[in-house]
């Protein structure tokens, strides 16, 4: 048994840095989520009003204010227009013209399942269709929304490819690392066949160390990719904004699942060929 642990700690630090990088492709992976959908949902949407009837437009903010693909909205009067074209650098026309020319908006950012071209135009549609008289144009930069959703589904599919293949590659790695440590223990396995332990009892206690050296792989992994986290928050300060603690439990509890589940399936497959082999095919 003495002889068989430095195998256990070889194969720990092999599982953890699988697990590791692997980890760390998840969590670029959630990030690139999680900027996709914040770059969709800061696209702003304008409804320009082509009436100033109050009852009117009352009925258009009570009808956006509770559509499913609405996250947030807000009615723009004259006034409100004028501070955001002041605001933007413009100069002030107060001392050409009388009346204030920019028209009222209903504004709102929908989420970001609904910022794709074919539902912002089936959006536009309904609108116009229920308001005509009262929305003059359904507005929003059609060029970039369309260039957003192209590219994430490159960049997208580009990781999805990437991520099975890695699994794959960290499957395979992980059950050679556990299968390797187990080969150093062949002779204690047959040596308990040879003196009556049945198979249970043989692969309990292995069993119950693969648990224990998956769970010490997956939290040297997740130190590991928390200690990448900050360094790289610490550089790019911006990255804080994207920290979400559902994702980041999604992506330490995968790690430690993967971790114990190949640790333990590997080490019962082992000790099961060891088992059915001849004491001779042991050499």
Do not use: C
Not at 52 to 73: C, E, H
Not at 228 to 239: A, F, G, K
Not at 243 to 272: C, E, K, P, Q
Request: hydrophobic share 50%; glycine share 6%.
């Amino acid at each position: 048994m003495k002889r068989s642990k430095p195998s256990y700690i070889y194969s720990i630090i092999g599982v953890a840095l699988v697990l590791f990088i692997l980890g760390v492709l998840g969590w670029i992976f959630l990030n690139f989520q999680k900027v996709g959908t914040t770059l969709r949902e800061n696209i702003q949407i304008h409804a320009w009003l082509t009436t100033g009837n109050k009852r009117a437009v009352d009925s258009l903010k009570s009808y956006i204010g509770v559509q499913p693909y609405v996250k947030t909205w807000e009615y723009v009067d004259k006034e409100k227009a004028k501070e955001i074209y002041n605001k933007d650098g413009n100069e002030s026309w107060d001392k050409i013209l009388s009346e204030n020319p920019l028209p009222e908006s209903v504004d709102f950012f929908a989420k970001a399942d609904y910022v794709q071209k074919d539902s912002l135009e089936k959006i536009s549609a309904d609108l116009l269709a229920k308001f005509p008289g009262v929305i003059s144009e359904v507005q929003y930069p059609k060029d970039l929304v369309v260039t957003i959703t192209d590219q994430a589904k490159k960049f997208g599919i580009a990781l999805l490819i990437i991520a099975v293949l890695l699994s794959a590659v960290v499957i395979v790695s992980i059950d050679s690392t556990i299968r390797l440590a187990m080969f150093s223990n062949r002779f204690l396995i047959k040596t308990m066949q040879m003196v009556g332990a049945t198979r249970g009892f043989i692969a309990k206690p292995m069993n119950i160390r693969a648990v224990i050296n998956g769970l010490i792989s997956s939290l040297i992994a997740i130190a590991a990719i928390w200690a990448v986290i900050l360094w790289t928050e610490s550089y790019i300060p911006d990255m804080k904004a994207l920290r979400d603690a559902g994702n980041y439990l999604i992506l330490f509890g995968s790690i430690i699942a993967i971790g114990v589940g190949i640790s333990v399936y590997s080490t019962h497959r082992s000790v099961m060929k060891y088992l059915r082999m001849k004491l001779d095919e042991l050499y």
